[in-house]
């Protein structure tokens, strides 16, 4: 595709996603068929399923001009990684390991370990980083996404909002019904 075609430079540009790891998203939820989006079934989605929306957004899959060479994902702030979801046992049985190439030195920790000393945000940046392609993009894509422990953080005037309500944070999948009466709110 031709960058002088059409509007690319708009293509391009990066825009900023909110996302919650507390909240509900009606989208990756394991229940089928999909409940609605408002019903009390719902609950926060597990690490793993936020992580790898997240690293779509970064690597800018949700675009059509994607292009695996090229660096054209979105920033992504996350707040409430304090309080992550994890199915299962994994909160005390997964192990992070790291070994700086000498002889005995490979050291590990456990999740619940890592989450008490560099807190959810780090267990957050560790999974979306193994789900993103190991090339010389990866440290770029990485820094873009932004982690806090709790609701509050810096970027909310970066976050795009139309009418007051921030569309950005839209996930696919959310009912008709939602849609409509915002656009009428608009």
């Not at 990756?28 to 019903?39: D, E, F, M, V």
């Not at 926060?44 to 054209?72: E, N, Q, V, Y």
């Not at 990684?81 to 390991?97: I, N």
Request: proline fraction near 6%.
């Amino acid at each position: 595709m031709s960058q002088t075609n059409g509007l690319t430079k708009l293509a391009y540009s990066r825009t900023w996603h909110h996302v919650s790891a507390l909240a509900p998203h009606h989208a990756l939820s394991t229940i089928r068929p999909h409940p609605a989006s408002n019903s009390p079934l719902l609950e926060p989605p597990s690490l793993g399923r936020l992580a790898s929306r997240i690293a779509i957004l970064l690597m800018g899959k949700h675009k059509p001009i994607f292009d695996p060479s090229t660096d054209c994902g979105d920033y992504v702030v996350v707040t409430d990684c304090a309080r992550l979801r994890v199915t299962g046992k994994k909160l005390y049985q997964k192990q992070y390991y790291r070994h700086n190439t000498r002889p005995g030195s490979l050291k590990q920790i456990s999740m619940e370990t890592l989450m008490g000393k560099l807190g959810g945000a780090e267990v957050l940046r560790k999974a979306v980083s193994g789900m993103l392609p190991k090339n010389r993009l990866r440290d770029d894509r990485l820094a873009r996404l932004k982690a806090f422990e709790g609701e509050a953080h810096p970027y909310k005037q970066n976050v795009v909002k139309f009418g007051g309500v921030s569309h950005v944070a839209k996930w696919p999948g959310a009912s008709i019904g939602d849609t409509e009466a915002k656009d009428a709110v608009l």
